[in-house]
């Protein structure tokens, strides 16, 4: 038992150092992470305690705690760490704080001033230092560092809110008072290099290809404003603070990540991190084999890039609907328009319409708006049945070309057209301006989708499905649009006389939108014998969407060729259809 003539305390600087992101490091390389950090320890971290004064208190699997008599020492200490950790594949975030604790018999320390430290810590940017008040007003003027005011911070299980500042030195402390660059008018990202995790400088340069063909790729969307090569490896083997990237390079995102080769396979990570609050936005793992290293090098750069723009998009959309419709510039309006046009009912299809028109007449020469707004007008008829497919072709066309006219490498234009040219059945027409936007962008979903929709219904079914699964590929997290995708596979399957398969894909529409994909089911079931299931998808059809079974059924929708739509009609009427 311990008395109290046995606890003492005393006024301590306590530093608290870990590792950033050590769960996920030791499941990509337990044993690598492991031998660096028992590295760290004996190369870095003991070193600057003797040279600093230090006192260890403890270690942890992925940092430590020292404590200082001095908090300037204890200060330069963490600065010295981080200097010399910035050359290494991982990353430090450093906590510092003075105060009361408490020492036990056998030098162990207490209380809320180790506490606050590990607190701190945890706040820290990758790479950065983070200092309570009390520690800042004690070595302000005495250090050649700036100190940058982060404010009052409510830490967890703490009852009052500790002031704190991040330490900036050098370069870093005058990129940190100059003021923010201006952001663009559209989401602006850079590519930072990722970090080689392998211990083989030989993988550096395959680590540095990586980065710069993502660069590259996604230099080819025009919604995006990219960063320069020559910028982003600025940055190269430094520790860095996203929120400073964010500030230096007048950025919204920033993409990072890590390769690592072992024997015949190579692991790569990527995080899309907002650099405003240093929130992770995306985060994705490939593993590959290494057969031929190239290959595998343009097929993430491809995944990655693809990947990107959509999960952009997907955050542009929620701050464009976080603002009133009429503080919107006409990007937003865009922006709010994609979102109602990516959800499903008349009326969110009505809300787009609306908004792509706001966005032109704020800015006539945006093209993208009339894309969007052609697009609407065509799922008007096609998706919603709300007036003749006629009517929408004859308003969507002209809307579609204008935005070709603003901009002839908008390859969403050039997808819209195809649409246009698609429902009446123009299926030369349509291939054209599928295979054009393919041009413009190889890696772009949705014209793979257009090329292979029109493939399958113009008679080329078998290379349509192939299209289709590059698109799903591609675009993987779009649950709208695989669902269109897994329709038009169905209708493939089924036109191939696959009815299996074509049941399959079927029921992958049905789950979550029975208004698209019961008649294709109940045809496949009809044709595979299996008329009980095919007689109860049959009248699900009809009772979900009857204005749809009367246009694709009792009628002929345009873009069916006269004999596929009997072949449905076969199928259809041995499920027990009686028309």
Not at 264 to 281: E, P, S
Request: hydrophobic share 45%.
């Amino acid at each position: 038992m311990v008395t109290k003539a046995q606890i003492q305390r005393r006024l301590a600087a306590i530093l608290a150092a870990d590792v950033v992101g050590y769960s996920a490091m030791m499941e990509r390389a337990e044993e690598a992470t492991y031998a660096e950090i028992g590295r760290l320890k004996g190369e870095v971290f003991e070193p600057a305690l003797t040279q600093f004064q230090g006192r260890l208190i403890k270690t942890t699997g992925d940092g430590i705690f020292a404590e200082f008599a001095s908090p300037v020492l204890a200060v330069r200490c963490a600065k010295d760490i981080q200097d010399k950790v910035a050359n290494r594949p991982i990353q430090l975030r450093i906590g510092i704080n003075l105060g009361d604790v408490i020492v036990d018999e056998h030098g162990d320390v207490f209380g809320d001033g180790i506490n606050i430290a590990a607190r701190l810590e945890g706040l820290a940017a990758p790479g950065g230092i983070l200092i309570s008040g009390k520690v800042q007003s004690e070595v302000e003027g005495k250090l050649d560092f700036r100190f940058e005011d982060r404010g009052e911070q409510q830490l967890k299980n703490m009852s009052k809110p500790v002031r704190a500042f991040a330490v900036r030195s050098g370069a870093e402390a005058d990129a940190a008072i100059r003021p923010a660059l201006v952001l663009p008018d559209k989401p602006s990202i850079a590519v930072l290099p990722f970090q080689n995790m392998s211990g083989d400088p030989e993988q550096e340069y395959f680590a540095d290809g990586v980065v710069e063909d993502i660069i590259t790729a996604l230099s080819r969307f025009k919604s995006l404003f990219v960063i320069a090569r020559n910028s982003s490896f600025t940055y190269k083997g430094r520790a860095v603070d996203i929120k400073l990237v964010g500030r230096e390079l007048g950025v919204r995102y920033v993409l990072e990540g890590s390769v690592r080769r072992s024997g015949n396979r190579v692991r790569i990570t990527a995080q899309l991190i907002d650099a405003a609050t240093g929130n992770h936005l995306w985060a994705e793992r490939y593993d590959r084999d290494v057969a031929d290293i190239f290959a595998v090098q343009d097929e993430i750069t491809g995944v990655v890039a693809v990947a990107i723009e959509p999960a952009i998009a997907q955050m542009e959309q929620w701050r464009a609907v976080r603002k009133s419709p009429e503080s919107l510039s006409s990007w937003e309006a865009y922006q709010r328009g994609l979102w109602h046009s990516n959800r499903i009912g008349k009326a969110e299809n009505n809300a787009a319409k609306s908004f792509f028109q706001h966005a032109i007449d704020l800015d006539p020469g945006f093209a993208p708006s009339y894309a969007g707004l052609a697009y609407a007008t065509l799922a008007e008829a096609w998706l919603y049945q709300a007036r003749s497919m006629s009517d929408a072709f004859e308003e969507a066309l002209p809307v579609a070309q204008k935005a070709i006219s603003l901009d002839p490498m908008d390859a969403l234009a050039h997808c819209c057209v195809c649409s246009t040219r698609f429902v009446r059945g123009d299926y030369d027409g349509a291939l054209i301006e599928a295979r054009q936007a393919l041009i413009i962008n190889p890696n772009y979903a949705i014209a793979h989708e257009s090329l292979g929709s029109t493939l399958v219904f113009s008679g080329r079914p078998r290379e349509g499905i192939e299209s289709l699964r590059v698109a799903m590929r591609l675009d993987p997290r779009n649950l709208r649009r695989q669902q269109h995708r897994w329709l038009h596979i169905s209708i493939g399957h089924y036109f191939l006389g696959e009815y299996d398969a074509s049941i399959e894909a079927a029921r992958e529409v049905v789950r979550s939108h029975p208004e698209l994909g019961t008649r294709s089911l109940a045809a496949a079931l009809g044709q595979a014998g299996r008329f009980d299931e095919a007689k109860q998808a049959l009248q699900n059809s009809i009772a979900v969407a009857p204005k749809s079974f009367e246009m694709y059924v009792r009628q002929r929708a345009p873009w069916f060729r006269p004999e596929d739509h009997q072949h449905i009609l076969e199928g259809l009427r041995k499920a027990g259809w009686d028309g």
